[in-house]
């Protein structure tokens, strides 16, 4: 929910749900107490969750560096932008990068990666207008993300990468012609192609 010319509209269709927050430049983010299975290898789960196959520290990581010029470009998402984003309200601006579709391209979309430390997947559980989705990405345990109600909004995947961290990645659509479906499938791509990369960087 972050380029330049599409996050003033992201900031309004938000609003109408949740509110918006900043980080930086005007970035909205989901206010949590309101916020709102994968082709690439992200699958639903029954309880209990998988435990981490390692524990991976995000501290020093750029979140950018997590996909390749090739991977954008298979996502129709090669604009990048690299900027702090409050994801979870309260805690903060965490490290984050933005990939959009090139400009007047249409459909419209953006995936958008947050490294998250100061709260863990748990923090997603905690409030009551969402729904979350037990997941597994690349063997690790994660959570599922949208909002109640709707099928137009977004959907994010965060993975628990260790205690009190996660790798959060959206897929936010700025042209609103995605299913509920689609937007999570994309989320899940997105969050397995940033951890296979991670995985290699820690």
């Known amino acids: 929910m972050r380029p330049v010319k599409s996050a ?3 900031c309004a269709a938000f609003a109408v749900l949740v509110g918006c927050s900043s980080g930086e430049k005007g970035n909205p983010t989901p206010d949590p107490s309101a916020v709102g299975a994968s082709e690439s290898g992200a699958t639903e789960t029954a ?5 981490r196959p390692k524990e991976i520290k995000l501290e020093g990581v750029d979140p950018c560096s997590l996909v390749s010029k090739e991977q954008r470009e298979q996502w129709g998402a090669p604009r990048v932008e ?3 984003t409050e994801v979870v309200k309260g805690a903060g601006a965490s490290p984050s990068c933005s990939f959009v579709t090139g400009a007047g391209v ?3 979309f953006s995936y958008n990666l947050s490294l ?3 709260k863990g997947v748990e923090y997603w559980t905690s409030t009551g207008n969402l729904d979350v989705a037990e997941k597994e990405v690349g063997g690790y345990p994660a959570k599922q993300v949208n909002f109640k109600g709707t099928s137009k909004t977004d959907c994010f995947v965060a993975v628990d990468v260790a205690d009190g961290q996660q790798l ?3 897929f936010l659509p700025i042209s609103r012609i995605f299913s509920q479906d689609q937007m999570c499938q994309n989320a899940a791509k997105g969050a397995e192609t940033a951890l296979a990369t991670l995985q290699t960087l820690k």
Request: zero cysteines.
């Open 8 to 10: 003033a509209v992201a």
């Open 47 to 51: 309880a209990p969750s998988p435990q």
């Open 82 to 84: 690299n900027r702090p």
């Open 106 to 108: 249409q459909p419209s």
């Open 116 to 118: 998250i430390t100061g």
């Open 168 to 170: 959060y990645v959206q």
